[in-house]
């Protein structure tokens, strides 16, 4: 903030604060001991004291005026997100991102691990080249990836500059990026830029390997230090994986070229420090806070918003309603009670709010319950609806932190488009936790905020 700008701001709140310019005046004498001197020593002590008979008042709103200032000089740091304008909304890329969901959160059929209710991390599969299923959805066309949905941004590492376009997860906290030394039969890593270690004045080797499991594989290569810039913010040394290897055909025909978790450390491989820690551990943002508007129509131009060390006051209506993470790793918050249309779907139970997917995943009972409400009909795994009830559906309504919140018909309910031929299909999921999974279709309804400072988990209505 410039001199001039807060000289307009101190005059702005002087008047606000009632501050008269004999009392303004004196209050500069006071403070800043710039009294003149007086002809008689008498009439001066006579005018410190009238200032001093005042001085309570004049401090407390001296105080107050400090505190409007320093608040106003807080910087926040927004950056454009996006998504991929080519990406093509089909059933098959649900069932992809069904099976992604279930990666992420451990729900395979195998043994699960549970810690408090909440399953051990696994880094989820954003590639779904899963073994197609007997179904004619799945043999109608071979399955690809449906990570052109998700959001994406900007960052660069190295001196000077490598630029690479990131998920921003806060389902995981890892950043890492493809390498120049990936082999040249490593597809996925020829589509994308690459990280070039030698180019970069500032690289760090670590001389420690890293391996991040997938649902088909892992992403394997070294850890690195290098500057790593977001929106111009330079942090100094960050660890990230440079990947040599990436999983077969996961990461191709993407749009994005890696990850960038904004998760908990608890959650990080090898223990790495995430960047977001270090942004403020470093000074470069004035509050452990970062925000997300995620337009559910973006493009890739417009995809919406991340800010990085404060509240965007802009996108916001009304209050923020703040509720505490319960358990540290994901951002994993208490839910008051979920219902429809005056029926209790849940109550007491526990939700994570997660940009690494699309979806809404209920527990098992909550997931057939709200299905048959909607008049869903089953149908190979996935419940579908009347496309002419679909205008007619009630909100579902989501009370956090005693708000609540609202899910139109026209969101809960996916709209697929295939030739001629178009149907309509619940966004609820189930994948076998005990838990509520909060993706787009919740968030972004809503501006979402992730506090580490705090440690909660804000939303408000979107301006």
């Not at 690459?194 to 088909?216: K, L, M, P, R, W």
């Not at 997300?292 to 973006?298: P, S, T």
């Not at 008051?336 to 098992?364: F, H, M, R, Y």
Request: charged share 15%.
């Amino acid at each position: 903030m410039d001199k001039d700008h807060r000289s307009s701001l101190i005059s702005f709140f002087g008047t606000v604060l009632d501050l008269s310019p004999t009392i303004y005046k004196a209050v500069s004498d006071v403070f800043f001991f710039s009294l003149a001197p007086d002809d008689k020593e008498g009439n001066r002590i006579s005018f410190v004291r009238k200032a001093q008979s005042s001085h309570q008042i004049i401090m407390l709103k001296w105080l107050v005026l400090l505190t409007i200032l320093a608040l106003v000089s807080a910087e926040i740091h927004r950056i454009k997100i996006h998504k991929n304008q080519d990406h093509k909304n089909t059933r098959q890329h649900r069932k992809q991102a069904i099976q992604a969901l279930k990666q992420k959160y451990h729900q395979q059929d195998v043994v699960i691990i549970y810690d408090d209710g909440v399953p051990i991390y696994v880094q989820p599969d954003y590639g779904y080249d899963y073994p197609s299923q007997p179904s004619d959805d799945y043999t109608s066309e071979e399955l690809g990836n449906s990570m052109n949905m998700y959001y994406y941004g900007l960052i660069g590492i190295g001196t000077p500059e490598q630029y690479f376009k990131v998920v921003f997860d806060t389902g995981s906290a890892n950043l890492w990026v493809p390498s120049s030394q990936c082999l040249a039969t490593d597809v996925a890593c020829q589509q994308h830029n690459q990280y070039n270690s030698s180019a970069s004045s500032t690289f760090v080797s670590s001389g420690q390997n890293f391996s991040i499991q997938y649902g088909t594989g892992s992403v394997s290569g070294y850890l690195a230090m290098d500057t790593v810039t977001i929106n111009g913010l330079a942090i100094a040394n960050q660890t990230f994986g440079e990947a040599v290897s990436q999983p077969g055909a996961s990461f191709t025909d993407v749009a994005f070229d890696g990850i960038l978790g904004m998760g908990y450390q608890q959650i990080a491989e090898d223990n790495v420090v995430p960047p977001f820690y270090n942004l403020y551990e470093e000074g470069l943002i004035d509050e452990p806070v970062f925000g997300f508007y995620l337009a559910r129509n973006g493009s890739a131009v417009e995809g919406g918003q991340l800010t990085l060390g404060g509240t965007d006051q802009n996108l916001i209506a009304g209050e923020m309603t703040y509720t505490p993470v319960t358990q540290q790793g994901y951002w994993q918050f208490s839910v008051n009670n979920i219902t429809w249309n005056g029926t209790v779907i849940s109550s007491g139970c526990q939700a994570i709010a997660d940009t690494g997917t699309s979806l809404i995943a209920a527990p098992s009972a909550a997931y057939i319950q709200l299905n048959n409400l909607i008049g869903g009909v089953l149908i190979q795994g996935e419940y579908y609806v009347p496309c002419s009830t679909v205008s007619s559906l009630p909100v579902l309504t989501i009370n956090i932190g005693g708000t609540n919140f609202y899910l139109p018909p026209s969101v809960y309910i996916q709209t697929y488009t295939e030739g001629n031929y178009t149907t309509c299909m619940s966004t609820f999921t189930d994948i076998g936790t005990g838990f509520w999974i909060l993706g787009d279709v919740f968030l972004g309804q809503y501006y979402s905020e992730f506090d580490f400072g705090q440690n909660r988990v804000g939303f408000a209505t979107l301006a």
